[in-house]
């Protein structure tokens, strides 16, 4: 079987296919594109103009989750639980983690202060959800690593990010939380999901967004609280 996932640098999306193919040992070739010159050849083959698309043996499939879906199917290791419930409970978490991504894109576009406040919360309480959900750890069902895991590996490299920008607080007191993303930051498959430039294109990114995160990156501001920065402005 031949696998072939096209990308893009920066695209959480892609990400997930990259640490479920990784996870399971299956070889596979990798294609970055430009999503803003999308080639025709790549349009051709993906109806949304999105990635990722993974093209397998010629056939191309569409939309992370469905990939994933796929991959569960067809290679080894599964990922997800064995129990109809438990995956049904873990597919629910799966779109969890794509509202958080929605969050965080509405984080580094936010154009003001207070748009950036109002994320900031929105986050801070979706991780909270997730902080009363987990266990023990180290992963989210405990010792077994999941397609869940795999949706938040790439949630929380953002955040190495930001964190270098100023200190938000999304993950004040949450301890699971904190301990869950260090465990995802030392995974093998999480780590090779992306390039060693990873961070430097990211902040790249935020910087031409033009937004209220670009400008604190911008103004060589200190790191601060978004109440602290608010302050100042007054």
């Not at 031949?2 to 920066?10: C, E, K, R, V």
């Not at 990798?30 to 999308?38: A, E, F, G, V, Y």
């Not at 967004?209 to 670009?214: A, D, H, M, Q, V």
Request: proline share 5%; aromatic share 12%; net charge neutral.
């Amino acid at each position: 079987m031949s696998l072939h996932l096209i990308s893009h640098a920066l695209c959480p999306y892609v990400q997930r296919a990259a640490i479920s193919l990784t996870e399971k040992g299956v070889t596979f070739e990798r294609t970055h594109i430009d999503l803003s010159n999308k080639p025709d050849w790549f349009l051709a083959i993906s109806p949304l103009g999105k990635t990722p698309v993974l093209v397998v043996d010629g056939t191309p499939i569409f939309e992370s989750a469905v990939i994933l879906e796929y991959l569960e199917d067809t290679q080894p290791h599964a990922l997800h639980p064995h129990d109809a419930l438990d995956r049904a409970r873990h597919r629910a978490w799966i779109e969890f983690g794509s509202a958080v991504l929605n969050d965080i894109a509405g984080f580094y576009s936010a154009p003001n202060d207070k748009a950036l406040e109002a994320k900031v919360a929105a986050l801070r309480a979706k991780f909270l959800r997730l902080d009363a959900e987990l266990g023990e750890g180290p992963w989210f069902d405990g010792h077994q690593f999941s397609l869940v895991d795999v949706v938040f590996g790439p949630v929380f490299r953002y955040f190495d990010v930001f964190d270098a920008i100023g200190e938000f607080g999304v993950f004040t007191g949450l301890a699971r939380v904190r301990a869950w993303r260090y465990e995802l930051e030392r995974r093998v498959s999480v780590k090779s999901a992306v390039s060693e430039d990873y961070p430097t294109l990211l902040r790249d990114f935020i910087r031409r967004r033009n937004s209220y995160l670009s400008q604190i990156m911008q103004t060589g501001r200190p790191k601060k609280t978004v109440t602290q920065v608010q302050s100042a402005d007054r």
